[in-house]
């Protein structure tokens, strides 16, 4: 089960922990983080993780949801469909992709990045 942390303000790498947590807890394949911070302008982390099947694309995104919730965190937006494959969270200084196998392999997404920028492989 994630974690649900009462009456303080999370910083960005105990979000990234939180999502981690919520993505492992429903067996989500590849989880990486990556911290682009070196790199990139807008975005401090990128979490990027896979499912193997729609229903599990969903399930991840409603656990990662329900925790976020539950830690008071609000100021998010979900993009992307099921059907296509690829669902992003914006939380601003964390980007979070969950990908089918098949589209994650296609895009690729942590070579964009260099393998210097995984900072933890679950």
């Given at each position: 089960m994630?974690?649900?942390r009462k009456?303080?303000k999370l ?10 947590q ?19 302008n ?8 896979s ?6 694309l969903r399930?991840?995104?409603?656990e990662?949801?329900k925790?976020?919730?539950n830690?008071?965190?609000?100021s ?10 690829w ?5 601003g ?7 089918g196998?098949?589209?994650?392999a296609?895009?690729?997404l942590e ?12």
């Open positions: 994630t974690k649900t009456n303080k910083n960005s790498q105990q979000i990234v922990e939180l999502i981690g919520a993505a492992e807890a429903i067996k989500a394949l590849d989880l990486k983080v990556l911290d682009v911070r070196k790199t990139s807008i975005v401090d982390y990128m979490i990027i993780c499912g193997e099947s729609g229903p599990q399930a991840i995104e409603k990662i949801d925790i976020l919730r830690n008071k965190i609000k998010f937006r979900w993009q992307g469909l099921v059907k296509s494959g669902l992003v969270l914006d939380l200084a964390i980007v979070v992709h969950i990908m196998v098949e589209e994650r296609y895009y690729n070579e964009l990045w260099g393998k210097e920028a995984v900072v933890y492989h679950y």
